[in-house]
């Protein structure tokens, strides 16, 4: 690769697996800073012909990334700008672990909420430690969807009931319940996750290049007509970001203490309350 100036996360290669190690912060917030520096490994990685796998993993023990910056959404038009692409930037980023001719793997041992669930539904395969992973698409109780592709592979992966359970009880998913419901591969024991992923990414790399490119090529033929969803979502998470109820709730949450360790390691089910109270008219 040819760059390895990245401000928020960490690249290794060895044997044909690029390690790609987050670490942005105490919270892993997927800030303008780390959406580039994804955006910039996406692109490089996929252009590397010594990588055949990548593994997406954290540096931080607590989380793997918390989800997107709200201050980031605050500044979003309500419609997208106009653009030649297809995909809008952050789409983009997101859906090159999807198309890239490698074999993308994430794994989560930590907080993975909002875009951090996104960026790992968009990957080849997902695998949760237990007791530490916890996923989820907390959107709506900030008044806002999920924009990020998660809308879109949600459904796709555990289907229509599970996705909306998901997406408007913002809950937190654990990695038991998240393998069965099918949101991640498997859930593995804390103490063998690193083990798991490596063997099986090793064992992915010592495959040729070609074969791991064409096979992903033809599994993605499942995936027709995601890129057209991809942009009708984007089209809705923009609106949804410029209602009122959105305004006010993600200044609460940004008030409450969103965006700190402290308040982003509790189940949000204990905060939506505070935003609730923001709701309440003046007189």
């Known amino acids: 690769m040819a760059s390895h100036d990245y401000q928020a996360l960490r690249i290794a290669i060895d044997r044909g697996v690029a390690f790609v190690t987050i670490d942005n912060g105490p919270i892993n917030l997927l800030d303008q800073a780390l959406i580039g520096d994804l ?24 989380f793997f990334i918390a989800h997107a910056d709200i201050n980031l959404i605050q500044q979003m038009p309500s419609t997208p700008p106009p653009r030649d692409e297809t995909l809008g930037a952050f789409h983009a980023m997101v859906d090159r672990f999807r198309t890239m001719p490698k074999a993308t793997i994430a794994k989560i041992e930590g907080y993975c909420r909002g875009g951090g669930s996104e960026l790992v539904l968009a990957c080849d395969m997902r695998f949760a430690a237990i007791g530490k992973a916890v996923l989820g698409q907390p ?46 591969n498997r859930a593995l024991p804390a103490d063998e996750i690193a083990y798991f992923v490596t063997s099986l990414a090793y064992r992915i790399a010592s495959f040729p290049a070609e074969a791991i490119a064409l096979a992903k090529q033809a599994v993605g033929m499942a995936d027709a007509g995601l890129e057209d969803d991809l942009v009708r979502e984007e089209a809705m998470f923009f609106q949804s970001a410029q209602t009122d109820a959105a305004r006010r709730r993600m200044a609460a949450g940004l008030a409450g203490g969103m965006q700190t360790p402290v308040i982003e390691r509790c189940c949000f089910d204990h905060i939506w309350g505070a935003f609730a109270d923001s709701q309440a008219p003046t007189k």
């Open 39 to 62: 955006d910039r490994a996406g692109r490089e990685l996929e252009a590397d012909p010594a990588v055949k796998v990548v593994v997406l993993q954290s540096a931080n023990p607590e």
């Open 139 to 184: 959107e709506v109780g900030v008044g806002i969807i999920p924009g990020g592709g998660g809308s879109v592979r949600l459904p796709r992966l555990v289907g229509r009931g599970r996705a909306l359970e998901i997406i408007l009880g913002c809950g937190d998913i654990r990695a038991d319940v998240a393998e069965r419901y099918g949101y991640v």
